[in-house]
């Protein structure tokens, strides 16, 4: 084989290829009229191999291989595919599973699925799935109507009941794990809240609304009576309304990525959001394609002319169909990059764009009016209305209990911390008014200027607004402004409040605020900003260090990011929030670090001031080097979490945003802190493992989740004084201490129990049985403290039957209870 690496494309390092769809199968046991592979303008499937050949797949796991190598990626994503892949039969899939399971190992991790129209789906396949870990996605439209519209046999029979019977086998405890979700495409002519309700009856983790695949050649049906193009999003919306009413008990992809990109997050789809491509799709006859969507376009629209004999899949990255939709708002046509809601919406899915009158792909999606609808829809319910805070029912207190969380229960918490932040903004704003009443000097002009900045961002970019305001070091400016706790010195270290002016951290915090919502959000405004210790601060974006004689900045920002005046001096920032002058380079810009990890955005905050609120002191600004190691590191125990402990992944996902470095222990100790009023961070040093990192995150992400609960639900009687033991503490602690350590322990014993699953021998078994003796000690004592409310009583009786599984070995037990007892003697001789 061939090796060929292109490093650049157009002048840009080439973006790596990440996704993978295998075709196993070229032919259907259905007849879908939907069907993009053979119901659409391509019809190339025709005239290829019905099924893969050897030879196929192992040069295609060479080449995956090979392209992961080279470009040092942590997880591939692989998924089988057809066609219907389940007629390549279990040999075949076997194979396919071999090939790249080994072919990848050393390499990097392998994310292995299959997408099926469950038919044919018993025992054995699932046996087989089970054994490489091959994740199962299933197409259903909804109940038997809905589905029959279009998902029957070639003699018009029904498919409904066969799907359900493979669903229903997926749903088996044995084989739970492996279940990925439902794709479901909307057809207008089915109710919403039936198809919801039928989807959400199967239990299905995730289930992915697609609209059906359209071109301005070729439209979407739309009834008579939609005469403003928004009948999708109606459709859409309804779903959304029946789904928020039955308490979200399933992810839905299209919800959550609208929601995550007006969050300034990566979208969960292709089909929303800015980020580029980096799918390939190979034949069953090893010919390389884009994405199959393209197949709806026109005939010979995915070709690429390359295939896995003779082309790396760097050539594949480097093709101008891959390329094309790698340019982000540059690819966009005129009419899209004005659009306010672009950076949510994307342009829509590719294919979509489509028209055959010589423009291409260069114009708004066919389904343009219904994702401006929908997206703003959802922008104003999630976003703007912060008037009442979210309720958390007893299912989402239950549902934590377990010391899980799911994707959507964890975002609820998220937006009441969001509601927070905003009434305490209002506070610290309407404290300053007061003390502004009798000295309306510089200081209090440039504070009313900058609200009256933020009000109008928040009626025109709420979004914008509300990503900085959920950056966890906003609640620690406003509590300083308040006089509720220390600020941060001139050093680093920590200043009482008293010895500071609050009215000047309010004045220069919400002028920072106003400043960093103007740039995210691309609008023209003009921002003082006051300069301490040469320093300012835009939060969620960075810090930019100035010399600043007059102590204040002009910060003005329009569509291609920002410039900042200071003096006679001027800085540029651009929408990707580098530093014009000098280079991106420059030391007087340190921008946070944001990682787009495998389903998880999350930044590396080293930069903020208000971020030393841990209780250890933060590590000063990192070295490439070493942003690079915590990037490796991150990758790595997030694709653990992902393996080991995916029941904990959703809720980090949707809630944890931010992970501040910490200086290390002298004696090499693991520290690690969450702070109560920072929801959405955690403060670690670097361990010596991935794997401990992993343990870390979950286990400080508890304190968080556990502290927003607190906010919404009185667990406990707060006048309660009286101290308790825990069984890993020397000192005893007040009782929401010790709900706190008891909360966070449960990941503790999850983590030990995945090692001791995972073949980590006796040493874990045993960390395991110590850990949950104790941790089941500690939910004894607060069961018994007197001093729970009924909500905490129910709580605290779901942490216990959180631990009642697993029974471990006689010897292990032994020594777990030897090993418990050794340290409850050292630690309270």
């Known amino acids: 084989m ?51 050949s050897d030879e196929v797949l192992r040069h295609t796991a060479e080449r995956i291989a090979e392209h992961a190598g080279a470009h040092g990626l942590a997880t591939v994503h692989v998924v089988l595919h057809g066609g219907e892949p389940l007629l390549a039969g279990r040999a075949r899939l076997r194979r396919a599973a071999t090939e790249l399971t080994t072919a990848l190992s050393g390499v990097c991790e392998l994310d292995l699925r299959i997408h099926t129209n469950a038919v044919t789906l018993d025992e054995r396949f699932l046996d087989l799935f ?10 259903l439209d909804g109940d038997r109507a809905a589905n029959d519209l279009h998902r029957r046999y070639a003699n018009g029979r029904s498919s409904h009941d066969r799907v359900l019977r493979g669903i229903a086998l997926l749903n088996r405890p044995r084989h739970r794990h492996l279940f990925a979700g439902i794709l479901c495409t909307i057809d207008l002519r089915n109710d919403p809240v039936a198809v919801h309700d039928a989807l959400a009856a199967l239990a299905p983790p995730r289930v992915d609304f697609l609209l059906p695949h359209a071109t301005w050649d070729e439209p979407p049906a739309r009834p008579a009576e939609d005469i403003d193009g928004t009948a999708y999003a109606r459709w859409l919306l309804a779903v959304h309304d029946r789904w928020t009413a039955t308490g979200r008990s399933m992810d839905v992809r299209v919800f959550d990525s609208v ?4 969050r300034g997050e990566s979208s969960l789809t292709e089909s929303l959001g800015l980020a580029p491509t980096d799918l390939a799709v190979i034949e069953t006859d090893g010919t390389f394609e884009q994405a199959d969507s393209l197949k709806t376009a026109h005939d010979g629209a995915p070709a690429t002319g390359l295939d896995v004999f003779g082309n790396s899949l760097d050539e594949v990255a480097a093709h101008p169909g891959i390329v094309a939709r790698q340019q982000g708002l540059d690819g966009l046509a005129e009419q899209c990059r004005a659009c306010p809601v672009v950076r949510s919406c994307g342009g829509g899915l590719y294919a979509h764009r489509y028209r055959a009158d010589g423009s291409g792909f260069r114009n708004p999606s066919v389904y343009c009016s219904d994702l401006l609808s929908l997206i703003t829809d959802l922008r104003d319910r999630h976003m703007t209305d912060q008037s009442a805070r979210p309720a958390l029912a007893d299912h989402h207190l239950a549902e934590l209990a377990t010391g899980r969380g799911t994707g959507a ?45 933020l009000t109008a961002l928040d009626s025109e970019a709420p979004e914008a607004v509300d990503r900085v305001l959920a950056h966890p070091y906003v609640r620690s400016w406003a509590l300083s402004s308040l006089g ?46 006051p300069v301490r210790d040469g320093l300012l601060r835009l939060p969620t974006l960075g810090t930019l260090t100035v010399e600043a004689e007059t102590g204040r900045a002009l910060v003005r920002t329009d569509l291609d990011g920002c410039t900042v005046h200071v003096d006679d001096r001027m800085y540029a920032i651009d929408r990707t929030y580098a530093i014009g ?24 905050e080293d930069t903020d001031p208000w971020r030393d609120c841990h209780g250890h002191p933060a590590h000063p600004r990192l070295t490439e080097v070493e942003a690079e190691a915590w990037r490796a590191d991150l990758t790595e125990a997030w694709a653990w979490i992902r393996r080991e402990l995916p029941a904990y992944a959703p809720g980090i996902a949707a809630g944890l945003r931010v992970i501040t470095p910490l200086r ?40 968080v989740k556990l502290g927003a609960v607190l906010d919404l639900v009185d667990l406990h009687d707060p006048a309660c004084e009286t101290l308790f033991y825990a069984p890993w503490r020397p000192d005893p602690r007040p009782l929401e201490g010790l709900l706190q350590g008891t909360y966070a322990h449960l990941a503790v014993v999850d983590f030990w129990r995945a090692r001791w699953r995972g073949g980590g021998g006796r ?51 032994r020594m777990a209870r030897q090993e418990a007892e050794e340290h409850r003697r050292a630690v309270r001789p």
Do not use: N
Not at 259 to 262: D, G, K, Q, S, V
Not at 774 to 779: L, P, S, Y
Not at 788 to 810: C, I, K, M, N, W
């Open 484 to 529: 509720a706790r220390p600020a941060p010195g001139p050093s680093g270290g920590v200043a009482e409040a008293a010895g500071i002016a609050a009215r000047g951290i309010a004045a220069r915090g919400m002028a920072e605020i106003a400043a960093a919502a103007a740039l995210r959000a691309g609008r023209r405004a003009s921002v003082v900003v």
């Open 581 to 604: 002058r000098g280079g991106p380079g420059d030391p007087a810009w340190r921008g946070t670090r944001p990682f787009e990890l495998d389903g998880w955005s999350v930044a590396l």
């Open 763 to 813: 040493e874990a078994e045993v960390r395991f049985s110590r850990w949950r003796d104790q941790t089941a000690e500690a939910v004894g004592t607060l069961a018994g403290s007197g001093a729970l409310t009924e909500a905490g009583q129910r709580f605290v009786a779901g942490l216990g039957e959180a631990l009642a599984a697993d029974e471990v070995s006689a010897e292990a037990l």
């Open 130 to 139: 089970d054994e490489f870990d091959i994740k199962v996605g299933v197409s």
């Open 2 to 52: 061939t090796v060929e690496t292109v490093e650049t494309v157009m002048g840009r390092p080439l973006l790596p290829l990440r996704q993978f769809v295998l075709k196993m199968h070229s032919r259907c046991d259905l007849a879908c009229d939907h069907c993009y592979v053979y119901e659409h303008a391509d019809q190339s499937w025709s005239r290829r191999p019905v099924v893969v």
């Open 259 to 262: 929601l995550r990109t007006l």
């Open 409 to 453: 229960t964890v975002d609820l918490l998220a937006r009441h911390q969001l509601a927070l932040s905003r009434e305490l903004l209002g506070l610290v704003r309407h404290e300053t008014t007061l003390a502004a009443v009798t000295e309306a000097g510089e200081e209090a002009w440039d504070t009313q200027a900058a609200w009256d900045t």
């Open 664 to 703: 290390p222990s002298h004696e090499g100790a693991d520290i690690s802190s969450a702070a109560r009023d920072a929801f959405g961070a955690v403060a670690i040093a670097r361990p010596s493992t991935p794997e401990t990192l992993a343990l870390l995150l979950v286990h400080e992400f508890q304190h």
